[in-house]
């Protein structure tokens, strides 16, 4: 029986909150079954219609809602400057998970920027499947389902930012969004917008040119000023480099824990691969910038490697796994990620492990174990 996999996101228009991607499996059986529930584009359903078949969609198909939060949203913006690659991660997030549960291989998802953002996202599994982008994917019945619980889980992440500080935060990013914000940030100060909003909407510019109590507006120039570009959510990511700067080069220069790093050796350093995130994957570089291995010197080479051993010992003492594909991608044609700085990645395995990681769904879980995991690595790191 033929089946495919739908996805689409949520909240990517809403000042408020944070960004919700699902994906939901279809075939031939199930796909009767919602057009008899009425599912359609949730663009063209009621708040209320949304819930109520979002639980019947989760009742009959299988399923994936991985949803981000407005302070992680706001840390992957700030890091990778660029929504597209947010939304393709997310996507192949979702793709993943349904891949595993389902071993389905068409994909069809809403046409965003490039078919390469979800593709270069999508790991081992997901990359058997077959995708395909559609504009106007909505008048697919896999997709219309996805988006009624892609809204549907975007909805009660507004809810639930608005209980956070007590209040119902609009949809949107209209005047009555604009007032919203304004009085939020009178009431709790400026630094409220990173954990609610998704600050670098051109609402949170227009929100500080409006400003009027000279008080409020010698606090934002002070920030302004203390932090260049605007970013009160978070100063630790001020400093992110742009996309196209090396980002091991650019890592050296930061505080450990801004970076991920967690080791500081003689030639060469340890640094958590943070995005995408799965559980124990390190990597260890150079400092030197070079895309050539060739011309490592002995004592580079020394480092490398006695950096190498010591995280293989570092996470079988910590994360108890049963193997490690350890290994390097030289030039963009063998799959390097950052081209011009070789290193060496460090992936911890478990038995039943289908890609990297057992799959974890809330990006949010994985924002936290990220945190965790750096600390109780650093620890050992330092003590070994
Ligand atoms: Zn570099």
């Not at 599912?39 to 209320?48: A, G, N, Q």
Request: glycine share 8%; aromatic share 8%.
């Amino acid at each position: 029986m033929k089946k495919w996999i739908g996805t689409d996101e949520s909240g990517k228009g809403d000042y408020f909150s944070g960004l919700v991607v699902a994906g939901v499996m279809v075939d031939e059986s199930t796909v009767s079954k919602l057009k008899e529930l009425g599912v359609k584009d949730s663009k063209r359903l009621s708040d209320s219609r949304v819930e109520v078949l979002s639980d019947s969609i989760k009742e009959i198909c299988p399923n994936s809602v991985v949803s981000i939060g407005p302070e992680r949203y706001n840390e992957l913006y700030s890091r990778l400057r660029n929504l597209n690659r947010i939304l393709g991660w997310a996507h192949a997030r979702v793709i993943e998970n349904l891949v595993t549960q389902t071993s389905c291989e068409l994909v069809i998802a809403d046409k965003f920027g490039n078919k390469r953002y979800i593709e270069k996202a999508l790991m081992e599994k997901g990359k058997q499947i077959r995708l395909e982008q559609r504009e106007k994917a909505e008048s697919d019945p896999a997709v219309a389902a996805a988006s009624i619980l892609a809204r549907d889980g975007f909805l009660k992440e507004l809810k639930k930012t608005g209980d956070k500080i007590g209040t119902v935060l609009p949809k949107g990013a209209g005047i009555e969004v604009e007032e919203k914000a304004q009085d939020l940030v009178k009431k709790h100060g400026e630094g409220i917008l990173g954990s609610i909003a998704k600050v670098h909407f051109k609402t949170t510019q227009k929100l500080k040119a409006n400003y009027s109590s000279p008080q409020d507006s010698a606090n934002w120039e002070e920030a302004e000023r203390l932090d260049r570009i605007w970013a009160p959510w978070r100063t630790k990511y001020i400093f992110s480099p742009p996309a196209e700067e090396c980002i091991f080069c650019s890592a050296v220069n930061k505080k450990d824990e801004e970076a991920f790093i967690l080791y500081r050796g003689e030639k060469a350093f340890v640094i958590m691969n943070i995005f995408p995130y799965n559980n124990g994957h390190l990597m260890v570089a150079p400092y030197r910038h070079t895309a050539n291995i060739e011309e490592l010197t002995r004592e580079e080479v020394d480092s490398l490697f006695k950096l190498v051993q010591k995280s293989v010992k570092v996470l079988k003492a910590k994360m108890r796994p049963q193997g490690f594909n350890i290994g390097m991608n030289l030039g963009k044609v063998a799959g390097a990620g950052v081209e011009g700085h070789l290193h060496i990645h460090i992936v911890p395995r478990w038995n039943g492990d289908t890609n990297f990681m057992p799959v974890v769904s809330e990006t949010k879980v994985i924002s936290q174990s990220l945190e965790e995991a750096y600390k109780l690595l650093k620890e050992v790191f330092e003590n070994e």
